[in-house]
Every structure is written in C-alpha cells, then in structure tokens.
C-alpha cells in the first residue's frame, strides 16, 4: 500500500490540475467567464448536473486547486477561498448569523475584526460579549449561555497573548456555538485548530501563505456540509472572489510555507531572546520565552512560538518612533508574515481605532513596537535592532 503524502509533499503537488497542455506549473486560469459546447451543457452545469466551470465569482479552476491545497494542509474537509482575510472573517459570520444571535470573542482580535464585530454586528442585532482570551473563566462565564459564534485569535496580534483552543472548543460546544479559530499568526505548520476542536479555521492569506507581500488573499476551512450549505452560497451572491491571479501566487507560496515558517520561527525565537537581555527593552511578548505568561499553553497547542513578536521600548510614543525611525534594516510596515522583516506601531496603526481604554485593557501601550520576523539571517537582524535600541 502507498504512504500517504507527507506534509511537504502535498504543499507542492496537492491539488495540481493539469490541462492538455501538460504545464510543469499551476495554470494560471486567467478568465472571468467559461464557454459550452452546447445550450444543453450551459443548462446542465447550470443545474448542477454536470462538473465544470460557469463564472469566476462562482468558481475557477486555479483557486480549486488553492483550495485544495489549503484543505490538505489544515486536514479540513474543504476550503473556499476569499479576496482578503478580512472577507473571509466577514464572510464566516455573517453567513450564519441572524438578529437575535449572540457571539462570543477574545477580547485581543485584529483591528477589523474588532470592528465588524462591535460596529457591524450590533447594528443587526446580534448581541457581542468580548472576554480576556488568557482567562478561562471569563469564556465559562460568557459561554455558561447559548451562544452562535466564537471567535478567538491565537496568539493574539500584537500582544501574542494565547488562547487555550480546545478549552474553548469544550464551552462553545456545550453552548451550542460554532467555534471559529484566525489562525494567522500561528500559521498552519505551528498550529492545527481542527485538532484541537474548532469548527472553521480562518486566514489571511495574504500573510505566510503568500509570504512575500505582492498579493491579497484569504481561505475558510472547515466541516464541507457547513461550507457548501452555509458559507458557498453567501459567497456566491455576495461576491468577495479571490482573483485567479492571486490564487496562483498564493498556490506557490504554499509550495515555500514549511520551509519559510521553519526559518522565520526560528529567527523569531533568537531575536525575542536577544531582546529580553537588552537593557534597553522593556518588555518581550514571544509565546516561545519562558517567561510569556501563556508559555505553557503555546508549547502545548503550538509547535513554535511562532514568526511575530512585540516588545515594550518604555519611554512612551517617543521613544518607540525613535527606535522605529533608527531600524534600517526591518521596515517600517504594518504588514506581517513577509520573507521582510517589518516593524509597527500598533497603537498607532493597526489599533489605532479601537479606544484608548480598551487599547491599554489589551496590552497595547503607547510603547509597544510588533516586530514580523522575515528571512533575513537573525545576526543581521539583531545588529539592526541593537543599533536602533541604542540611545
Ligand atoms: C491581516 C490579518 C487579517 C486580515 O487579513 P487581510 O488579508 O488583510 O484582509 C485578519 N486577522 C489577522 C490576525 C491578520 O493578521
């Protein structure tokens, strides 16, 4: 009998589908709309009576074979593939939820999340209860009554604060919710929510998965009656269709993935602990440090810390800036998940809509600085980092 494929196996050959022409590469299926032989073929397809193709937005052969891939990475049933990540997380919500619905999340979510959920959501009438993700009590407590939707982000961006999945996974099944896990910063090769007893796994792909900043995308994965009754008609009607163009580019970052998160996550784990010995940081965020409060969990759920870290400078907004303005090497990005090293300000750019009260409840203070680690050689990275830090 054949072994099964293993996992860097299937990233590159998993869901390749060849035309005619026998091309090495994916094709890339560069079209908006597909022809028929005949009235009758338009009409079947049409009827779901016969395989293929009938409008992009509907369907395309190379985002099938990105969806395919992505499904073979996570072990999911299926995966449907999206613009943005942010369409995907729209997408997953909205497809299933009603007026009268409630959900419960992390309180540490991306900055659009927490928009849709506390600005879009309620207009609906949906009721959003958001708690401390590192407290398992506050999840008993938010979950001890039925509930739709969980959504939770784990590590957290940017404070990379840990969530225990499949605690969580426990309350919202008694809750009767579906929990959905953003699995972006742990990407798919450190960490396997459906494992652990999520129901959909969320990503942008536009991060690890495409992993070298040139494209938007994203994926939602999960059980394939939820996806086909649910989330394939939401999708189809409402239009946020992943390009064919973008699908290719994200089908070969996928080829790249272990290799590339194996060396990020490494480098990751030197930088955090350069970091925690300089005199002039103040504080490390790195699920990998012993010291992170969430150490345990992460090394429990997770196969690394991961490929982002963050760490307080002290001195306030100044001083953070001055550190960003010194970096010359890592960008100045908000970005994350890219073959570059970036850095950010999140109290100033990717939270920067979320209230200042509730900024500070989430860790993110004025002198914190999110550090996304590339591949570049970690030496070079940290004569960077200790030459900005030094004042
Ligand atoms: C970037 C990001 C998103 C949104 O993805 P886009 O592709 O930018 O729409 C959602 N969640 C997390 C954790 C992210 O980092």
């Not at 190379?62 to 072990?75: K, Q």
Request: include cysteine; glycine fraction near 10%.
């Amino acid at each position: 009998m054949d072994n099964e494929p293993g996992l860097r196996t299937r990233l590159v050959q998993e869901g390749l589908a060849r035309s005619p022409h026998g091309e090495t590469s994916e094709a890339l299926y560069l079209t908006s709309g597909f022809v028929y032989a005949s009235a009758a073929e338009a009409a079947a397809r049409f009827a779901g009576e016969a395989e293929g193709f009938t409008y992009s937005r509907l369907g395309n052969p190379t985002l099938r074979m990105f969806e395919r891939r992505m499904a073979a990475l996570e072990g999911a049933e299926a995966a449907l593939a999206t613009a943005s990540g942010m369409a995907a997380v729209h997408a997953t919500l909205m497809a299933q939820l009603a007026a009268g619905d409630r959900v419960v999340a992390s309180r540490l979510l991306f900055g659009s999340s927490h928009y849709i959920l506390h600005e879009i959501l309620p207009r609906f009438g949906i009721e959003v209860t958001a708690v401390d993700g590192t407290d398992p009590a506050a999840w008993a407590r938010a979950l001890d009554r039925p509930a739709r939707c969980v959504l939770l982000e784990t590590p957290g961006n940017p404070t990379l604060e840990i969530v225990d999945i499949a605690e969580v996974a426990r309350l919202a099944r008694t809750a009767g919710a579906r929990l959905i896990v953003d699995n972006v910063l742990a990407t798919p090769i450190l960490q396997r929510p459906l494992e652990l007893g999520a129901d959909l796994v969320v990503y942008s792909a536009t991060k690890h998965i495409d992993g070298q900043g040139r494209c938007l995308g994203g994926v939602v994965l999960g059980e394939r009656r939820f996806l086909e009754r649910t989330l394939v008609p939401y999708l189809k009607h409402t239009g946020p269709a992943l390009s064919p163009f973008n699908a290719w580019v994200l089908l070969k970052g996928l080829e790249t993935l272990p290799l590339r998160i194996e060396v990020q996550n490494a480098t990751a784990g030197r930088l955090a602990a350069f970091l925690e010995a300089h005199p002039g940081v103040e504080r490390v965020f790195y699920p990998g440090l012993e010291g992170h409060p969430g150490h345990a969990l992460a090394r429990r759920q997770m196969k690394g810390g991961g490929t982002v870290l963050a760490f307080r400078t002290g001195g306030g907004r100044a001083r953070a800036f001055a550190v960003l303005d010194r970096l010359r090497l890592i960008a100045i990005s908000n970005n994350l998940g890219d073959a570059k090293s970036l850095a950010t300000h999140p109290a100033s750019t990717t939270h920067s809509r979320i209230p200042e009260a509730q900024r500070l409840a989430m860790g993110i203070t004025e002198d914190l600085i999110r550090i996304s680690v590339g591949l570049e050689e970690a030496e070079d990275l940290i004569a960077d980092l200790d030459r900005a830090l030094a004042s």
